[in-house]
């Protein structure tokens, strides 16, 4: 059966690549989807497959039941763009000023769908019941797969998996890892509240600008001194604003920043140790302080059994070439939501444009992704469905014995 839904896969791969570049000149933002999950809902339509829309917002969940009895297999795939200017100079690029697909989620639903098709054809062969989660609003916190599952979407289901096309891995790479694979991602903000005035008199003045400054160099020595070398950890400031005429000196400046960890404990511990460092860096310049700790995305986690699964998977592919480990991802992914509730895995699938001189990075002007990639994901995720549901079978079978 698997040779037969590869073949058709490969038949396929020019559908997949004219739905992703569709939705690639057509991009919508986080919360904001709704003419892509109506694409989505009526290709589904079309084919005569049960669908649900408005899933916890924007979100589309499609069910394909097989005649045969099994588990139920989830598999994801995110479908909103971000607020980037598109500088491809290519036939397909973003329609929309100011939002492009700059991380490959075009590519991730395109895939699912030509997925459910061709194994809606074999649903006389299949084992068990198949959930296409098609997620919005995957870029933006507290994001789609929270409330999706509260909406119900992950019920009845025995597994999940997701894939990310990556650009920055070769073409034919399948990149995996059990246990801990991205980062929990969260956002915080400080406004130090200072005194302003002229800028030739400094001395009447509480600089908040000063205090800023010296505020970015204290929060550096949160994960260099205060955190175990063998916990990763992120402290960033991403941004730093007090804007003011060039002779005025600022009585407010607010810096926005992320926090990535892996260990609860150190994540609880760097929150408030954030604070700690404010309240004394604003002490000594006698300024007053705000500070917003928001909670985001919790660490991606993949269970072990699934994990192997999919190595294996990918493993019999003639297009992968390496199964390989990925190094821990300081990313974030509200995958991590639907892996606390039931098992699985998120994978990366190498997808690094050919003879390209310069490999841009997701959430670039000038992302852009090898769409041969998305036969491989589609083959990928395919395997995993079938086999999970064979290998479940073949284990109850011999427990009657």
Not at 7 to 29: A, F, G, N
Not at 105 to 117: C, E, Q
Not at 303 to 325: G, K, P, R, W
Request: charged share 25%; glycine share 8%.
């Amino acid at each position: 059966m698997l040779k037969e839904l590869y073949q058709k896969l490969e038949e396929r791969w020019s559908e997949m690549v004219q739905i992703r570049r569709y939705l690639h000149q057509h991009p919508e933002l986080s919360f904001q989807e709704k003419q892509t999950a109506a694409y989505i809902a009526d290709y589904y339509r079309a084919l005569g497959i049960d669908v649900r829309e408005n899933v916890g917002g924007n979100g589309v969940v499609a069910t394909i039941k097989g005649r045969l009895p099994g588990k139920t297999v989830a598999l994801r795939a995110d479908f909103d763009a971000l607020p980037i200017q598109d500088e491809k100079d290519v036939e397909y690029r973003s329609t929309v000023p100011g939002v492009m697909h700059a991380c490959g989620h075009d590519g991730h639903t395109a895939t699912l769908l030509v997925l459910a098709k061709t194994l809606n054809e074999h649903r006389d062969q299949l084992q068990g019941t198949i959930k296409l989660i098609h997620q919005h609003a995957e870029e933006y916190a507290p994001g789609g797969a929270k409330p999706m599952i509260e909406a119900g979407c992950l019920e009845g289901v025995n597994v999940i998996f997701g894939t990310h096309l990556w650009s920055t891995e070769k073409l034919g790479r399948v990149l995996f890892r059990t246990g801990p694979i991205m980062a929990a991602a969260d956002r915080f903000e400080i406004i130090i509240k200072g005194s302003g005035g002229h800028g030739a008199q400094p001395h009447k003045t509480k600089d908040a600008i000063v205090a800023g400054a010296q505020l970015i160099n204290d929060l550096q020595q949160i994960v260099s001194r205060r955190v175990n070398p063998i916990d990763p950890a992120v402290v960033t400031i991403g941004s730093f604003v007090a804007e003011n005429a060039f002779n005025v000196i600022a009585d407010q400046a607010t810096l926005i920043g992320t926090v990535r960890t892996f260990n609860p404990e150190v994540r609880d511990f760097i929150e408030k140790e954030i604070e700690q460092i404010v309240k004394g860096v604003c002490l000594s310049f006698g300024c007053e302080y705000e500070y917003r700790f928001e909670r985001g995305y919790p660490a991606v986690v993949n269970h072990s059994e699934e994990t192997q699964l999919i190595i294996e998977c990918a493993a019999d592919i003639d297009e992968v070439h390496n199964v390989e480990e990925i190094e821990l991802q300081m990313g974030g992914e509200d995958f991590a939501y639907y892996l606390e509730k039931v098992k699985g895995t998120f994978f990366f699938t190498g997808a690094a444009p050919e003879n390209a001189e310069t490999l841009y990075p997701h959430h670039h002007p000038k992302f852009d992704f090898n769409e041969k990639a998305m036969l491989i994901a589609a083959k990928t995720l395919a395997s995993a469905t079938i086999r999970y549901n064979r290998k479940h079978s073949e284990s109850a079978m011999a427990a009657k014995r």
